[in-house]
């Protein structure tokens, strides 16, 4: 199994920043991608951010030029610069990966717990 524990989340006012963590560990061969899902009150968790083996990244167009994702591969770790903060970034902020347990076996997903992100005055 693979677990994932993150953290960094918390209150902070509008235009603040956050940087959330993420680490996974257990039984892995390679991950491939991680990142970041979030969750609001009724809403369906959405992708916030991602960044695959090569490096390359995909954003949501609401956090584009405002959050950075970034991993260190050494550390099976992925952060979220989280920047000029708004309330509709209020969420609970899950991270997730997909993984090889064996050289040549299937990939896997695992997400986090999740961490809360309040953006309030």
């Known amino acids: 199994q693979v677990q994932l524990v993150e953290s960094g989340g918390g209150l902070v006012q509008p235009g603040g920043s956050l940087r959330l963590s993420c680490a996974a560990s257990?039984?892995?061969?390679?991950?491939?991608?991680m990142g970041w899902y979030r969750q609001a009150p009724e809403k369906q968790r959405a992708l916030v951010a991602i960044i695959r083996s090569d490096n390359s990244t995909d954003y949501a167009d609401s956090v584009k030029g405002r959050f950075t994702i970034s991993r260190d591969n050494a550390k099976n770790a992925v952060y979220l610069q989280t920047n000029s903060l708004k309330p509709e970034d209020t969420a609970v902020y899950y991270c997730?990966?997909?993984?090889?347990?064996?050289?040549?076996?299937?990939?896997?997903?695992?997400w986090g717990q999740g961490t809360q992100v309040t953006v309030s005055s």
């Open positions: 997730y990966c997909i993984v090889r347990r064996t050289y040549s076996g299937p990939t896997f997903q695992y």
């Open positions: 257990g039984s892995i061969f390679s991950v491939n991608a």
